[in-house]
């Protein structure tokens, strides 16, 4: 049944700014903020001061408000404020990866305790409605695999790096622009996607993953010669979060890699994500859309919003307990390794090498490192580590998957 929103919003930065936006915008959804709570009293902002309120009690002791929109950076206090809003039985509206993946299991226990919705399609992929698919359209177990470029401030560096913009300059336009997190370390270092690839693996197989178990290389390592390397080859670097089910295991991995020009990422640009969906039976369809940005952002939480009109909560329908451990011997990835001179190659743990090149007073070496060993290779910071993503050890384990399907 339609029911009647009132919204307490916390934060009013990029998102919750633009919330208040698309909701003025937005007439047909009926929903109206009531009450803004903010941090700091003085920073200027586009609204007169007597808008905001500085208790978050003023939102979460008052019985009228039953939806609340979390879009704080601080994902401790976030947590605080999720977890009494959820016992307080207010649906509950977030973008907070780092919450979100570091929380999950509990908080949608509280949720459900409390019978209240808590919905986050805003924390993974901005504006692409990719949670919704995978609960709604990829409900049933024929997912094999999901990847693809899920932080907009990285591929906007990487896109600038492209058309010859350097590194400094391309991260403060992005902040600038709204796109990088409070902390731009999470954005270059591969952590904001990492948990937003934590999410992801939730809803695409069901498992819980600890961040921390995911391999994770961002793109400060990236050397000029690994530039050179993709152009001369006609490829460029993307940082992808993947996930793919190979037989009952699952392979996860956030880093740098080199896409062809016929991967579906390849030209996608600046704060655009995009997201890959393999399935048996569709095959490999793709989604892309703005993944950072203060209205498009603001869209996917509008869009949760008015899906509390008629009680949506995800089902977790997946989930289930004991899988596969994340982990496995059975497989290995290639990269390309490059260093200075000065670093020994030979000692970084790849366990075939194919190709070695010296350039510009820079080393490589193209080789195979299995999964286990790829962590350790990703914490030497003196390497610069690029996985390609072509997989043939996937393609082979992807048909035993299917042959237990035609079984
Ligand atoms: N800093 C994030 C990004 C914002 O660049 O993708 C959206 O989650």
Request: glycine letters at 8%; charged letters at 25%.
């Amino acid at each position: 049944m339609e029911k009647n929103l009132k919204i307490g919003l916390f934060g009013f930065g990029c998102v919750g700014s633009g919330l208040y936006e698309v909701l003025n915008r937005s007439e047909l959804i009926g929903a109206r903020i009531k009450t803004i709570v903010v941090k700091d009293r003085n920073k200027e902002r586009s609204l007169p001061q007597h808008f905001f309120s500085f208790d978050p009690n003023e939102i979460l002791l008052d019985e009228t408000i039953n939806v609340v929109a979390e879009l704080i950076d601080d994902s401790e206090a976030a947590y605080k404020i999720v977890t009494q809003a959820l016992k307080a039985g207010k649906h509950v509206v977030s973008a907070n990866k780092k919450l979100i993946a570091e929380h999950l299991d509990e908080l949608i226990s509280l949720a459900k305790e409390n019978s209240v919705s808590f919905l986050y399609e805003a924390a993974v992929a901005g504006s692409i409605p990719v949670i919704r698919n995978l609960e709604e359209y990829y409900n049933n177990d024929s997912l094999t695999g999901i990847l693809g470029i899920i932080n907009g401030t990285t591929n906007y560096i990487l896109t600038q790096a492209n058309d010859g913009v350097g590194y400094a300059e391309a991260l403060e336009k992005a902040q600038q622009l709204g796109f990088a997190e409070a902390d731009p370390t999470l954005d270059v270092e591969g952590l904001d996607a990492r948990y937003k690839l934590a999410i992801l693996i939730k809803h695409a197989f069901g498992n819980t993953v600890v961040p921390e178990q995911i391999p994770v290389k961002g793109i400060t390592g990236l050397r000029n010669g690994d530039v050179a390397y993709a152009r001369e080859r006609g490829l460029r670097i993307k940082l992808l979060a993947r996930a793919e089910r190979i037989g009952n295991e699952l392979f996860a991995v956030v880093a740098p890699h080199f896409v062809t020009a016929d991967h579906p990422t390849y030209s996608v640009s600046n704060e655009f994500n995009a997201v890959v969906v393999q399935a048996l039976f569709s095959d490999r369809q793709l989604f892309i859309g703005k993944g950072a940005g203060s209205l498009p952002t603001a869209s996917a939480v509008l869009s949760d919003i008015s899906a509390l009109k008629y009680d949506y909560q995800y089902e977790y329908r997946k989930a289930v307990e004991g899988r596969s451990p994340l982990v496995s011997e059975s497989f290995s990835v290639r990269v390309l390794v490059s260093a200075s001179m000065d670093a020994d190659l030979d000692t970084v743990g790849l366990d075939e090498v194919e190709e070695r090149y010296i350039g510009k007073g820079e080393q490589f070496v193209v080789g195979n490192v299995k999964y286990s060993a790829l962590k350790n290779l990703f914490e030497q910071k003196e390497l610069s580590v690029i996985l390609f993503s072509d997989l043939p050890q996937v393609e082979e384990e992807i048909v035993v998957v299917e042959t237990q399907y035609n079984s």
